[in-house]
């Protein structure tokens, strides 16, 4: 039973990690590596991460706390974590969402039957407040869609518009991280773009994984609920002309990079 590593993502997380942490231990998959890495935390999370682990150390086959004296965001959190993982798979789950007890051994099961493919599962959308989740749902049912198509295809979509539903919703095999050298910490806002586009331009594609596996939570602390995405549009927009452009005129996509290249460039100026 090859190991897998849980990397939980936690910034002023002490209200939900201890049930993100209960359902990596529920899972039914035993080979476990658990990794916490806190992103200089305001609030007690350290404290409450450090007696749960405490208490549930046996648990795992290993158990990690990486801690930081400077907020990086959440790519810096996954790099630092990346440095303690000796697992040949890799999950990364924030410490607000959760995972279902067969979620990891679904997981390798699917990889170790497609080598060449990272799946993608279902999620379960989930909020402590109202929330309307229509409109992230029909986006989660695009990404489901997305993740069903042939190689081309879904490189093409990717190029568009980040098609995979949820950063949870992924899982990967370590080899691959090494081979990005792990999450551009110029992008704070989101951690898995522009990982997944370098993976799809080295020849690596997405699989279907039709259960619900990770349950994700929409929260107005959270970018995916916030109401002011101007710091997610200064990444997109960073991104764009930092990589996306040249990805798409490399992949004969010429003229649509021009017409993304003149809305992405009135969206700099507005930052300006």
């Known amino acids: ?58 648990t795992f086959s290993n158990i990690k706390l990486v801690t930081t004296e400077q907020n990086t965001g959440i ?12 697992g040949e798979y890799v999950e990364f789950l924030a410490a607000d969402d959760y995972m279902v007890p067969e979620a990891i051994a679904e997981y390798v099961a699917f990889c170790e039957g497609n080598p060449k493919a990272i799946p993608i599962a279902r999620v379960r959308l989930v909020s402590d407040e109202p929330c309307d989740f229509t409109p992230v749902q029909k986006y989660c049912d695009k990404c489901y869609e997305f993740a069903k198509l042939e190689y081309k295809e879904q490189y093409k979509q990717l190029l568009m518009q980040n098609m ?45 994984v039709d259960k619900e596996l990770i349950g994700y939570r929409i929260s107005a602390k959270s970018i995916t609920g916030s109401s002011d995405l101007s710091p997610v549009k200064r990444d997109e927009t960073k991104l764009f002309f930092r990589e996306k452009m040249w990805y798409m005129i490399q992949a004969g996509m010429g003229w649509e990079a021009i017409k993304q290249s003149r809305y992405w460039i009135k969206m700099a100026l507005k930052k300006g």
């Not at 998959?29 to 305001?42: G, M, P, Q, T, V």
């Not at 790519?75 to 000796?86: D, E, H, I, S, Y």
């Not at 919703?169 to 522009?194: K, S, T």
């Open 164 to 208: 995979v539903v949820a950063p949870a919703a992924a899982f990967y095999p370590m080899e691959l991280m090494h081979e990005v050298n792990g999450f551009d910490e110029a992008y704070r806002c989101f951690e898995d773009y522009p990982m997944n586009l370098k993976l799809m331009k080295q020849g690596y594609r997405f699989g279907f």
């Open 75 to 86: 790519p810096g959190t996954n790099n630092r974590a990346l440095k303690q993982v000796t």
């Open 1 to 58: 039973m090859k190991l897998v590593s849980v990397v939980v993502q936690a910034y002023n997380s002490a209200d939900t990690i201890c049930d993100t942490l209960e359902s990596i231990k529920a899972q039914t998959y035993s080979n476990i590596e658990l990794i916490i890495s806190d992103d200089k935390s305001k609030d007690n999370t350290i404290e409450v991460a450090k007696a749960w682990m405490e208490e549930n150390k046996n």
